[in-house]
């Protein structure tokens, strides 16, 4: 089963605009990633938030991490036709057994 | 070595035969994932090793499915008797073990359609 929803399923924007994917689990977490993937096959790590941690940020992305809503954001600011994407969150569960299970996905198209 | 490797990167069967997917996760990463992820889909979790501690088959979707890991490196994961419903992508995916999180490293992935 997935633990991690995320919204929109698909998304368009021109380039230089903000894109904002949001991610909803279940249940309750030590860490949520988010991983980016091109063209259906391997996925490359963005960044990881830890459940003590609100916000961070790399480069152009923007997370923020609400426990008591379970929920993520990943902002990509100043978007490029290069960030165009599906984009993936990923949570383990307190149990610790750092089993990651990842959410529906957002597909980002950013057109030039 | 410097990626983790999967073989084949596609694989054609006929329905009822058996296939193995091969993963080779970079060197000295003590976790490996496998999920799959069907067309336009997002990942299914199938199995996860850490270490020498007994796998979490958690996520195998049948019994026609396996897998196991030799030597603490490289991973072979079998599905027995294939079905049309077995074609997807599977993707593999090793971490070294962190502090509180494991940042995964995914393989390119073997495309699987059963005929």
């Known amino acids: 089963s997935q633990q991690g929803e995320e919204d929109p399923q698909a998304l368009s924007i021109q380039e230089g605009e903000n894109a904002t994917m949001n991610c909803s689990y279940k249940t309750s977490i030590n860490n949520l990633q988010w991983y980016r993937q091109n063209s259906g096959r391997g996925l490359v790590h963005l960044i990881l938030i830890r459940s003590n941690e609100r916000e961070k940020h790399s480069g152009r992305l923007r997370v923020t991490l609400d426990t008591s809503k379970k929920s993520s954001s990943l902002l990509i600011t100043a978007s490029r036709a290069a960030d165009t994407a599906s984009y993936f969150c990923?949570?383990?569960?307190?149990?610790?057994?750092?089993?990651?299970?990842f959410g529906t996905g957002t597909r980002l198209k950013v057109l030039a | 070595g410097a990626g983790v490797s999967q073989s084949p990167s596609n694989k054609v069967t006929e329905k009822g035969k058996d296939v193995e997917l091969r993963c080779d996760p970079i060197?000295?990463?003590?976790?490996l994932y496998w999920y799959r992820q069907s067309l336009g889909q997002g990942l299914e979790f199938l199995i996860y090793f850490q270490g020498n501690s007994a796998p979490d088959k958690s996520g195998l979707p049948s019994d026609r499915f396996s897998a196991e890991r030799t030597g603490g490196s490289v991973s072979t994961l079998t599905i027995q008797r294939t079905q049309q419903e077995d074609s997807a992508v599977y993707l593999c995916?090793?971490?070294?073990?962190?502090?509180?999180?494991?940042?995964?490293?995914f393989g390119a992935g073997s495309r699987l359609t059963v005929l």
């Open positions: 995916a090793s971490s070294f073990r962190g502090t509180g999180a494991n940042v995964l490293t």
């Open positions: 990923a949570t383990d569960t307190l149990m610790g057994t750092y089993k990651y299970i």
């Open positions: 060197s000295g990463h003590t976790a």
